[in-house]
């Protein structure tokens, strides 16, 4: 089902991403799902690929941050 909001999206991403990351997980995800239908798993593979385009994970802290391109 696609996420109306980001606080519809599931805590795996709420609980981790900062607010603007999670916009882009949400816009991505639902635009997968309407392109490849109900797959949610290709769709969440999108989102989280459009995540890390603009984000990446610290390994020290594990918290998210902008990447610095």
Same mark, same amino acid.
């Given at each position: 089902?696609? *996420?109306? &909001?980001?606080? $519809?999206?599931?805590?795996?991403?709420?609980?981790?991403?900062?607010?603007? #990351?999670?916009?882009?997980?949400?816009?991505? *995800?639902? &635009?997968?799902? $309407?392109?490849?239908?109900?797959?949610?798993?290709?769709?969440?593979?999108? #989102?989280?690929?459009?995540?890390?385009?603009? *984000?990446?994970?610290?390994? $020290?802290?594990?918290?998210?941050?902008?990447?610095?391109?």
């Amino acid at each position: 089902m696609p *996420y109306q &909001s980001t606080s $519809d999206l599931p805590e795996s991403v709420r609980g981790h991403l900062p607010r603007h #990351a999670q916009e882009i997980h949400q816009a991505a *995800y639902n &635009s997968a799902r $309407d392109e490849f239908g109900k797959n949610e798993e290709r769709a969440h593979c999108v #989102a989280w690929g459009a995540v890390k385009r603009d *984000y990446e994970k610290d390994d $020290d802290s594990g918290e998210w941050h902008r990447r610095k391109d």
